[in-house]
């Protein structure tokens, strides 16, 4: 393996979209993002041939940028994808690449008016921007949507949303089972601000930005829990809700509540009929996840299951919630058999 490139067996094309559902977000954030399209190697071989699309999206932090970074032995899962194509691994599909940064950090692929209107951009705009400007098979049955982490819960939720678009879902270690992955990180942030901050996420904010992003041990719960709450519990002003006092870490009942209502684990009954239309769904996570994400995932199975969704591809394996990128090929794979 060569630790610096890779010759695409498919192609890669760069976009950038002037999204309108992202014009004037609360942020301030650039309405005009990034997009890459990634073809197999039989798109320009055959041009009569449409093809399935997955879609991939990006764990808290990411943006579609980070695509290109390598780790030593390993290749960035846009090479991983083009070589599973180029050897058969998987029938051919269309691969985009979304970016939903904020200056959070993340949008968690939602409509808030605390960070913007994320699910709107992926569903209505970039969605038709891939299906006017390349041959895809344009039907929820061929279209599918994978990711790790926040991207997970993005994956797992986005069909719920969205039966007319997405048939399909591959979700590595995404969010969900709150009470296990989100509750343990707020007594954390509330020994933070208290020791450091007076208490106040403004000046933790003022601070962070002042210095080397991620530079205190702190500083990773401090931005998720406050960019989640702004995609989960934010006023319709924009104003952050804290699901926790910031004095105690006291859960707030109302405010927990919203965050609740966008658990996988809560959402699978209300959504029953979307999730028994799916062709495929994918879950995994790591036995030694750090934020219990394989309970997270066994939660989602049995609900699925509780509904009539038997067929579902389900594994646990020996990791972390870190480096599990080697996973990614597989859920991949599998949606582009079931929606080929």
């Known amino acids: 393996m060569e630790p610096w490139s890779h010759d695409f067996a498919g192609r890669v094309d760069e976009h950038v979209i002037a999204s309108a559902a992202l014009r004037g977000n609360p942020l301030g ?3 005009e993002r990034p997009l890459q ?3 197999p190697p039989e798109y320009d071989e055959e041009p009569a041939r449409r093809y399935p699309s997955v879609y991939v999206l990006q764990g808290y932090t990411g943006h579609v940028a980070m695509w290109r970074n390598r780790t030593p032995f390993r290749r960035p899962f846009p090479e991983e994808a083009d070589a599973l194509f180029a050897r058969g691994g998987a029938p051919p599909c269309i691969v985009v690449y979304v970016d939903a940064w904020t200056a959070y950090g993340g949008s968690q692929f939602v409509d808030s008016p605390g960070t913007g209107r994320y699910h709107t951009y992926l569903c209505d705009e970039v969605v038709p921007f891939v299906d006017d400007r390349y041959r895809t098979l ?3 049955e061929h279209r599918g949507v994978t990711g790790k982490s926040s991207g997970g819960f993005g994956a797992l939720i986005t069909p719920m949303l ?5 048939g399909g879902l591959a979700s590595h270690a995404g969010d969900a ?3 296990l992955c989100y509750i343990p990180i707020f007594p954390k942030v509330v020994r933070a601000l208290r020791d450091e901050y007076g208490g106040s996420y403004e000046r933790f904010w003022e601070d962070f930005r002042s ?4 530079s205190k041990e702190s500083d990773g719960d401090l931005v998720i829990t406050w960019g989640v709450a702004a995609c989960f519990s934010a006023e319709d002003d924009g104003t952050v809700r804290l699901p926790f006092e910031v004095e105690t870490g006291k859960l707030v009942p109302g405010v927990w509540e919203r965050w609740l209502a966008w658990d996988p684990v809560r959402m699978v009954p209300r959504y029953a009929d979307a999730l028994r239309g799916l062709r495929a769904v994918y879950l995994d996570a790591g036995t030694r996840d750090e934020w219990l994400l394989d309970l997270g995932a066994e939660a989602v199975r049995r609900e699925l299951e509780a509904i009539g969704v038997e067929d ?5 394996f020996d990791a972390t919630h870190m480096a599990i990128d ?6 991949l794979a599998y949606l582009a058999e079931r929606l080929s």
């Not at 969205?162 to 997405?166: C, N, T, V, Y």
């Open 29 to 31: 954030d650039p309405y």
């Open 37 to 39: 399209v990634y073809m």
């Open 138 to 140: 344009a039907a929820p």
């Open 162 to 166: 969205r039966p007319d678009l997405f």
């Open 177 to 179: 089972l709150y009470e």
């Open 211 to 214: 210095r080397p992003a991620m």
């Open 312 to 316: 579902v591809r389900f594994e646990l």
């Open 326 to 331: 080697y996973r990614y090929p597989i859920g």
